[in-house]
T-cell receptor, first 118, second 113 residues
Framework: EAGVVQSPRYKIIEKKQPVAFWCNPI?????LYWYLQNLGQGPELLIR????????DSQLPKDRFSAERLKGVDSTLKIQPAELGDSAVYLC????????????????FGPGTRLTVL | GEDVEQSLFLSVREGDSSVINCTYT??????LYWYKQEPGAGLQLLTY?????DMKQDQRLTVLLNKKDKHLSLRIADTQTGDSAIYFC?????????????FGKGTKLSVKP
C-alpha cells in the first residue's frame, strides 16, 4: 500500500514569491492534515480536512496561507507571499475513519516538503 | 493548553537499552503515540498505546504508561546505530468536538558504536 505522497520534497524561493505544496493521502483515508514543523520542534497542526471540508483551520495564518481539497482526496497548501519566517518543513498526514481497517484516527505522515525562503 | 514534554537528547552505546520519557497534560487522552523521524524524512509511526493500558510490547519496543502521573516511556532494547533519530511523543485528545494530536519537541537519540 502506498503511503502519503508529497511534492516537491524541497523548494527554495525568494521572499514575497508564492509557493504551493501538494499532498496525496493514503487511499481510503478521508481525514487529511497539514502540519508545520520548525527546526527543533514537533509538528504543529495548520489545517485538518474531513473529506473536502476544512473542520479545523484555527492555526492557519489566513492572511497568506490557503489550502484546498476540492474532491476530498489530494490537497494543496499555498503561501502567498512567502516570508523568511516561513522556512520550515511542511508535513501532510492522513488518517482512517477506522471502517476499512487501520486504527481510527492514527495519523500517517508523508516525507514532507522542506521550504527555504531567501 | 495541552502540552507534551520530552527531554531533548539521549546518548547510548550500541547494544544498550534506551529509555525515552515523556509527560503529558490531558488526562482524557485516548491514545498516546511514538513517532520516529530520521534526518530529512517524515514521521514514521513506531507504536501506540491506548490510555486504558499500562504496557505494550512490540519486538524491541516496550511502551509503559503511568496514567496517574501522566508519564509515558519508550524503551528500545538492544539499541542499534540505525535507531539514531528523533523520537516524538504525541497525545491524541478531544478538544470540543474534534480530536487533535499534540507533539512534544522530540528526543534526539544518538547511538554510539
Amino acid at each position: 500500500e502506498a503511503g502519503v505522497v508529497q511534492s516537491p520534497r524541497y523548494k527554495i524561493i525568494e521572499k514575497k514569491q508564492p509557493v504551493a505544496f501538494w499532498c496525496n493521502p493514503i487511499s481510503g483515508h478521508n481525514t487529511l492534515y497539514w502540519y508545520l514543523q520548525n527546526l527543533g520542534q514537533g509538528p504543529e497542526l495548520l489545517i485538518r480536512y474531513e473529506n473536502e471540508e476544512a473542520v479545523d483551520d484555527s492555526q492557519l495564518p489566513k492572511d497568506r496561507f490557503s489550502a484546498e481539497r476540492l474532491k476530498g482526496v489530494d490537497s494543496t497548501l499555498k503561501i502567498q507571499p512567502a516570508e523568511l519566517g516561513d522556512s520550515a518543513v511542511y508535513l501532510c498526514a492522513s488518517s482512517s475513519p477506522g471502517l476499512a481497517g487501520g486504527l481510527k484516527d492514527t495519523q500517517y505522515f508523508g516525507p514532507g516538503t522542506r521550504l527555504t525562503v531567501l | 493548553g495541552e502540552d507534551v514534554e520530552q527531554s531533548l537528547f539521549l546518548s547510548v552505546r550500541e547494544g544498550d537499552s534506551s529509555v525515552i520519557n515523556c509527560t503529558y497534560t490531558d488526562s482524557s487522552s485516548t491514545y498516546l503515540y511514538w513517532y520516529k523521524q530520521e534526518p530529512g524524512a517524515g514521521l514514521q509511526l513506531l507504536t501506540y498505546i491506548f490510555s486504558n493500558m499500562d504496557m505494550k510490547q512490540d519486538q524491541r519496543l516496550t511502551v509503559l504508561l503511568n496514567k496517574k502521573d501522566k508519564h509515558l516511556s519508550l524503551r528500545i532494547a538492544d539499541t542499534q546505530t540505525g535507531d539514531s533519530a528523533i523520537y516524538f511523543c504525541a497525545e491524541f485528545y478531544y478538544g470540543g468536538s474534534q480530536g487533535n494530536l499534540i507533539f512534544g519537541k522530540g528526543t534526539k537519540l544518538s547511538v554510539k558504536p
